[in-house]
């Protein structure tokens, strides 16, 4: 019997002087070689004869692969009545139609965006795409978790946590005179605690540098120019705070709209079904309109209709079966006051035997 392994020779090293065995040398195993793979051959068509080949898939391509290949001015047109958030979105799409949008000479449309929201114009430190991610990113540029404070006089969106830890805020103005401290740009965080309202003012770090520094070569003509440039921060982060509140109200009203709007498309349904009597019967229409599956945004389906009506007119029999026992309590109520007030009038007229039964 053949054996597959190859032959290994041991040598025989002398023994040490003080050994009279000798010791054998370590084994040196000799390298196979691998053996290759060959390919097997290709399956070949039952009618032609010739090998299939697996079909070529070309690459799917994205939603907005082919938005360069459309003229600019024709791009710049329907750009223009985009809202900034609609260009941010597009410029992080692909990388050609960030590298158009984002060059200087794009700056029109950012310009004919912001108008479109009635944001207020661009600050003087700011470029458009800056502006409207700062106006319009619902995250921190910190830490990237979602927020929705905004820092207007600081540049900045930083989440609560962020504003504690972070080197370029402080809470800590160094102890500066108060006629320095008011040219410091400023965060002022207000926090609900119980019926309390707490206030914290934050200052930005940077600024107060600046300061300091200005302060240690010299006063010159800084207090001047300081005192216009903080001026205009002021203005311009108050207006962006008021543009902000009115946008955050006009889109709770929106919200608030579609809501009632599909409380009154429930009470239609329900009124169709006959249940329009024991709608106007009700003292407060809230139970019904501000249930869970009715007092939502989502606009109401003939498919979301079905799945919730089940439980619109399980709620429906509740009500009135509860109607009903008031309304049964409130006549037993009104039989028993009456019947005692007719038995207090014959007083007079009952002997005293039969008034003692009652």
């Not at 249940?275 to 106007?280: A, L, T, V």
Request: glycine residues 2%.
């Amino acid at each position: 019997m053949t054996s597959t392994r190859c032959s290994i020779e041991r040598k025989i090293i002398p023994a040490a002087k003080d050994s009279s065995e000798p010791i054998p040398a370590p084994v040196k195993r000799t390298r196979t070689k691998k053996k290759q793979r060959t390919e097997e051959p290709k399956k070949a068509d039952s009618d032609s004869g010739q090998p299939l080949s697996k079909p070529r898939t070309r690459p799917r391509k994205g939603v907005f692969a082919n938005v360069t290949e459309i003229p600019l001015d024709v791009l710049f047109e329907i750009c223009e009545h985009l809202e900034p958030l609609d260009l941010l979105h597009l410029s992080r799409t692909t990388k050609d139609l960030r590298a158009i949008l984002l060059q200087r000479s794009s700056s029109f449309v950012w310009k004919s965006a912001r108008e479109n929201v009635n944001l207020p114009p661009l600050p003087d430190d700011m470029t458009e795409p800056q502006y409207a991610s700062l106006a319009f990113d619902n995250h921190c540029q910190c830490c990237f978790k979602s927020t929705k404070l905004i820092q207007w006089q600081f540049r900045l969106r930083y989440c609560r946590s962020c504003l504690y830890w972070n080197n370029d805020i402080t809470t800590d103005p160094r102890d500066l005179p108060s006629w320095i401290l008011q040219y410091v740009p400023r965060f002022i965080l207000s926090t609900n605690i119980g019926r309390r309202k707490r206030c914290e003012t934050f200052y930005h770090t940077p600024s107060i540098n600046e300061l300091e520094e200005l302060l240690c070569n010299g006063r010159g003509n800084w207090f001047d120019r300081k005192d216009a440039s903080f001026r205009r921060l002021t203005e311009h982060s108050d207006a962006c705070e008021k543009w902000a509140s009115d946008r955050a109200a006009e889109h709770a009203n929106e919200l608030q709209s579609l809501r009632i709007a599909r409380a009154d498309n429930v009470v239609e349904r329900l009124t169709a079904l006959g249940w329009g009597k024991e709608i106007e019967a009700m003292v407060d229409e809230s139970v019904l309109r501000h249930h869970k599956l009715v007092w939502q945004i989502k606009p109401l389906t003939d498919r979301i209709w079905s799945t919730m009506e089940p439980a619109m007119i399980e709620l429906m029999e509740s009500l009135k079966a509860a109607r009903n026992l008031d309304n049964y309590n409130e006549r037993s109520s009104a039989c028993l006051s009456g019947s005692h007030a007719n038995t207090s009038g014959s007083e007079d007229v009952l002997p005293e035997s039969v008034l003692s039964l009652l």
